[in-house]
């Protein structure tokens, strides 16, 4: 018998909460009773992984939440092919955990190893190796999708189409996604041959990012308040796989133990911060070899770090920008942020490969820059301004972390946005897999 109880759920910057009744299924069979208990009970319903999303896209308010954590199984593997079947709430990091001193590691993972596999799919995650490696829908085989109706589909990108589409970065409202067939990529080693080095400004990243197309990770960290010549300067950082293997960290990870108060990160401090980080690289550069938990999650490394932008929470923004207009946006982002005077603790920077497959997938070729504010006086207005100077340049927000973009911006922002509204039609016509992102922005709500 599945249980509900009222519950309270937050996203990761913790600006928005839902109330919600929330289940938490212990098994893969007890997903068709979760869906016809909230079928009979009417209203909407939302799956809700590891909450780490940073906006409102996994939260229901006034709904039902599903919570998957506890459908972690991993089901079978193929040494061979590579081929892992699993359920919707295993992480990124038990995976990499589990396969890598096997010699494999999932092929696209987000910045953190806590996210769920489902939460990676419904939001066609991407890592520091798009570039090379697209993002996280070019390496599902198939997935079992439990649809409003009820009735379990298994998915694949040739035979399901539309469907499939929609369901790939389809921020979770085409059903309850419960099994996935992901490939993973054979590696040497545990490890990654990781080279630092210092960049002066905005020109010179991208100059960097060139020279590294062929590089399997690269990722920029931004000074997002250095201004005039020295605006975009910041740290690059590059990943190689290496065949020499070395002995993994057995350091416990550290805790946040309370909120910071709201004064702690302002632009003083968040100033300090960046001149000691850009000097911990040396003018000359950085080698090292590097076990690739670490460099693929290094804030796992503090648990509960939200907690560092004390009670308020915070907002992170990230948009792509199209490459013929990256100089010019990212330039306009840069210096509206330092500006602003809103200091941004995490500023990071990545050229973008191949398109997502899905209709509402973010990946596309271009520059994406991620920045972190403070839940703070006057952080919308800077993130209003941010969200013009993206669509002015043909650019897009991801939802996995927006929270603010206004509905009128999303059809310029995602194209393909109709054929997505008519499969959530065609599916679920009663709208009974609902968001507030969704709801928020109108995705169910056809143009005239």
Partial sequence: MIRWAERELSSWGRVHKAQCLAARPERHSDLLSTMTDSLAMGGSML?????????????????????????????????????????????FGEILATFLPLGFAPPVTPGTGFATLGGGVANDVHGKNHHISGSL???VEWLELRLPSGECRRLTRVESGPLWRATIGGLGLTGLIERIALRLKRVPSNALKVHKRRISNLNEFLV?????????????????LARGSSLGRGILETGTPTNLGIEPSNVTPRRMPFDLPSIALNSTTVQAFNALYRRHVPSAGLERTMHYAKFLYPLDAIHDWNRIYGKRGFHQFQSLIPYEAGETALRKLLECVAQSGQGSFLAVLKAMGERGLGYMSFPAPGYTLALDFPNSP????????LQFITADHGGRVY????????????????PELEEYRAVLAEIDPQGRIDSDLSRRLGIRKRSS
């Fill in 137 to 139: 829908g070019h390496h």
């Fill in 208 to 224: 960097a990012f060139a020279e590294h197309a062929k590089t399997d990770y690269v990722v920029g960290w931004i000074d997002a």
């Fill in 399 to 414: 939802l996995a972390k927006d929270d603010t973009l206004p509905p009128g911006q999303l059809p310029a922002m995602y």
């Fill in 378 to 385: 006057g952080v919308t207005t800077l993130l209003t301004k």
């Fill in 47 to 91: 799956a809700y992984g590891a909450g780490r999303s940073y906006g409102d896209v996994a939260l229901n308010s006034g709904g039902r939440s599903v919570i998957t954590t506890r459908l972690d199984r991993m089901l079978a593997f193929d040494s061979v092919t590579g081929l892992l079947v699993a359920e919707t709430g295993v992480t």
